[in-house]
């Protein structure tokens, strides 16, 4: 079977960094990742990524502290996930850039779109750090609106659980599990996978998402080919 998907942004949780750690990074966990990214990339599928910064900060963390200025501080734990992905990619010869947009110049390109888009039309991939650079925005609304501006055919919802639960699998040892599931689902039901904001801008954009597990190297290849994993999220609910 070929590839299904030309374009696709990946949506990685920090926590998924981690590994078994449950906090900061796990270098072989990064390589793990790296590699299987690798053999998607090798079949010439142009990647951009998201990643998250749950390993290192969550806004939420901090009780008595300003909403914003935590925030900010997880995006910055972001663009420290960022870097430590672009690094990996680096050791195995994937020609990446890091885009923050939060300006570091230092470190990193500042987001502009068409550079955005012109990396990966050149076989590099492109990482996304520090949200969308706004307070009260959440990395899967990024992944929603980087996916958009890319014109991606799907994000990949990588996460520490193998798809779409009606409660916490990990808790509730009967919990459903959906196959597929429309944005309007996920809105009426409250569910987890991802926030309303970036359900909503979707559903409005008619951008599909494949959520499933880390925990196999092999499902980023699986979806990219269009295998039968995880759930399928559509405006129509069904999977194509």
């Excluded at 270098?27 to 142009?46: A, F, P, Q, R, W």
């Excluded at 550079?115 to 969308?132: D, N, P, Q, S």
């Excluded at 520490?160 to 809105?187: C, E, M, Q, R, W």
Aim: with cysteine.
């Amino acid at each position: 079977m070929g590839i299904k998907y030309k374009r696709v942004l990946i949506k990685i949780s920090g926590e998924a960094l981690a590994g078994e750690n449950g906090f900061g990074l796990d270098e072989s966990t990064l390589n793990s990742i790296s590699k299987s990214i690798k053999s998607v990339y090798d079949l010439g599928v142009e990647i951009c990524v998201v990643v998250g910064g749950g390993n290192i900060w969550r806004g939420r963390s901090g009780e008595n502290m300003d909403r914003t200025r935590a925030d900010h501080m997880g995006m910055l734990a972001t663009a420290i996930n960022a870097l430590a992905l672009c690094s990996a990619f680096e050791n195995i010869n994937i020609p990446t850039r890091v885009q923050t947009s939060i300006e570091m110049r230092q470190i990193a390109e500042p987001y502009i779109r068409s550079k955005a888009v012109r990396h990966l039309e050149k076989g590099r991939i492109v990482i996304f750090g520090c949200g969308t650079g706004n307070p009260f925005m959440s990395t899967d609304t990024t992944a929603a609106l980087r996916a958009v501006e890319m014109e991606a055919d799907v994000i990949l919802l990588a996460k520490k659980v193998d798809a779409v639960y009606d409660s916490d699998p990990n808790i509730n040892p009967d919990a459903k599990k959906f196959d597929t599931l429309t944005y309007t689902d996920i809105l009426r039901l409250n569910l987890g996978v991802m926030d309303s904001t970036a359900a909503s801008m979707c559903r409005d954009n008619n951008m599909p998402i494949l959520v499933f597990g880390l925990n196999d190297p092999e499902n980023i290849m699986r979806a990219v080919k269009g295998d039968k994993i995880g759930t399928f999220v559509s405006n129509d609910g069904i999977r194509k």
